[in-house]
């Protein structure tokens, strides 16, 4: 492209930029229009700087977030939902040990998801892991006497994050601080094996703010990401023992094909899915698991948001708490015989496999997003260029 398009195109951006502002204020639409007119992210770091002062706080988060990371390329935008609103980027930013400087902010905005729910039958294999951390593992209580741990294996594509696009794979615990009672440490389960993804189910609905807070919190154990930034961010700021690895995702059909390798190529897990239009038989199990746990099914309402506490560490490092938030509700189904197979070649897929991880329900997200909230500020880090001390942020200027 002639440096003079870009003049021109970067000059149309301002001027629309100045007559929105005319009535003293850019909001949220105005915003949205100005992101759907040609740009390029330096001509929203010249729109941040000149009208900083006209911004509302969500059209300087959905512009920021443009000027920092431009939406990829054949992605369905999804960062105008409401979540993003409510949890906005600020346009602080992060570097990295490496030298990447990301937003400050952690948020998914688009991509395909698994989430394999089962029971692990080495309970004491699983106690051992979460040994000196403050945590233990949530027990399943059979009526037979036998005592599972819950677990999670996740595995997702992501297209469109504030890191820009990663795939990735975790292994969660579902967990409780030591000493917890009962109550709180142990599940009564059904035999039907649907019982593990009551670990999810299972918090307390504020009907003020909307947000459901989940009771057991999601233990990250292990995690393995397709690129270098996704992993220095996880290893620095969130304790999560985050190694490479590759998230291979297919279509075949109405099959979804997850093959998991981890950094030298060996393999983890081939999951299969195939979307399963109905749910009935499923809910079923799981209501039945809710009522002889005693739990509660509530069906909360739309925009509810789903707040999961976590905590995370790398080896003996310490233990580093935040929370996953996302608004999309869980869909579960049963996990067929031929649905995942793990390897043991590789650490992930052994672990797993000494757990006795035994999968049980699984639910696929085929719009996958949210946000990670209570990150701990970045020690030894300084605000981006531009910081105005006086009102609190950072005014992006261009390069």
């Given amino acids: ?26 909001g949220n639409s105005d915003a949205l229009r ?16 000149r009208f900083d002062a006209h911004l509302t706080p969500e059209a300087r ?43 400050n902010e952690i948020q998914y905005y688009n991509g395909e998801m698994v989430q394999i729910f089962g029971d692990c039958l080495n309970h004491a294999l699983v106690r051992g892991v979460l040994a000196g951390s403050g945590y233990q593992p949530l027990v399943l209580k059979y009526r037979d006497g036998r005592q599972t741990a819950v677990a999670q294996f996740w595995a997702h594509n992501l297209t469109d994050t504030s890191l820009r696009p990663y795939n990735a794979m975790f292994i969660v615990v579902a967990a409780v601080r030591e000493g917890a009672p009962l109550s709180q440490s142990s599940i009564a389960a ?14 307390a609905f504020n009907s003020a703010t909307g947000i459901y807070e989940n009771s057991a919190r999601l233990y990250f154990v292990r995690l393995l990401d397709s690129t270098k930034v996704a992993i220095d961010v996880g290893r620095e700021r969130m304790g999560t023992d985050k190694r490479p690895g590759t998230i291979d995702l297919t279509h075949h059909g109405r099959q979804i094909g997850f093959s998991v390798r981890d950094g030298a190529g060996r393999g983890v897990a081939r999951v299969t899915v195939a979307p399963d239009d109905d749910r009935q038989g499923c809910l079923a199990d799981v209501a039945r698991a809710a009522a002889t746990a005693g739990i509660p099914l509530d069906q909360f309402p739309a925009g509810t948001e789903y707040m999961y506490p976590s905590v995370a560490r790398i080896g003996d490092g310490p233990v580093v708490s935040w929370q996953w ?13 031929d649905t995942v197979a793990f390897d043991s070649s590789s650490e992930e897929g052994d672990m797993l496999i000494k757990w006795g991880f035994q999968p049980q329900v699984l639910v696929y997200i085929p719009n996958v ?24 942020r950072v005014v992006l200027i261009p390069k």
């Fill in 325 to 337: 938030r996302t608004d999309l509700r869980l869909a579960p189904q049963r996990v067929r015989p």
């Fill in 369 to 392: 997003r949210g946000v990670v909230t209570g990150v701990p500020e970045p020690a030894g880090q300084r605000p981006a260029v531009g910081t105005n001390p006086s009102r609190g």
């Fill in 1 to 26: 492209m002639r440096a003079v398009d870009s003049v021109s195109r970067g000059s149309a951006l301002i001027e629309e930029a100045a007559r929105l502002a005319g009535d003293g204020e850019i």
């Fill in 34 to 49: 100005l992101l759907h007119l040609p740009h390029t992210p330096e001509d929203l770091h010249g729109v941040l700087e």
């Fill in 61 to 103: 988060s959905k512009l920021t977030l443009a000027a920092l990371v431009p939406l990829p390329d054949r992605v369905a935008n999804q960062r105008f939902e409401p979540i993003f609103d409510r949890h906005r980027i600020s346009g602080k930013t992060y570097t990295t040990a490496s030298g990447t400087t990301v937003p």
């Fill in 190 to 203: 059904h035999d039907n094996g649907a019982s593990s993804i009551l670990s999810v189910l299972y918090g």
